[in-house]
């Protein structure tokens, strides 16, 4: 059974930095692409980004692109969203995923596997 929990979420001001951490259960740690989601209320869940089980390759969508950063410790079976100059807009819950695929997928629905979410709130 692979489990995630969500840390570091809260309330930073527009302009500043975040850092949310996943920390993820399971011996096979590096061989799980982990992908990262946020829903904003009234709105879908939207896929943020994603790593790939060797950290080899990243991606994130345009929105965040520039401002944020994902990267993993498989030695600490951690992946991490490092997010800078923050906005408003940045206000959701944020939730990472693991699929037991050590390639990235952009759908939601590819990940089996999710944490509980982390609340982050930017106050403009």
């Known amino acids: 059974q692979v489990q995630l929990v969500e840390s570091g979420g809260g309330l930073v001001q527009a302009g500043g930095s975040l850092r949310l951490s996943c920390a993820v259960s399971?011996?096979?740690?590096?061989?799980?692409?982990v992908g990262w989601f946020r829903q904003a209320p009234g709105k879908e869940r939207e896929f943020v980004g994603a790593?790939?089980?060797?950290?080899?390759?990243?991606y994130c969508v345009d929105s965040v692109k520039g401002r944020s950063t994902i990267s993993r410790d498989n030695a600490k079976n951690t992946v991490y969203l490092q997010m800078t100059r923050q906005k408003p807009e940045d206000t959701a819950v944020y939730s990472c995923?693991?699929?037991?695929?050590?390639?990235?997928?952009?759908?939601?629905?590819?990940?089996?596997?999710w944490g509980q979410g982390s609340q982050v709130t930017v106050s403009s």
């Open positions: 399971g011996r096979t740690f590096s061989s799980y692409a």
């Open positions: 995923a693991a699929r037991s695929v050590a390639t990235i997928s952009y759908q939601l629905y590819d990940y089996p596997y």
């Open positions: 790593i790939s089980g060797s950290g080899g390759r990243t």
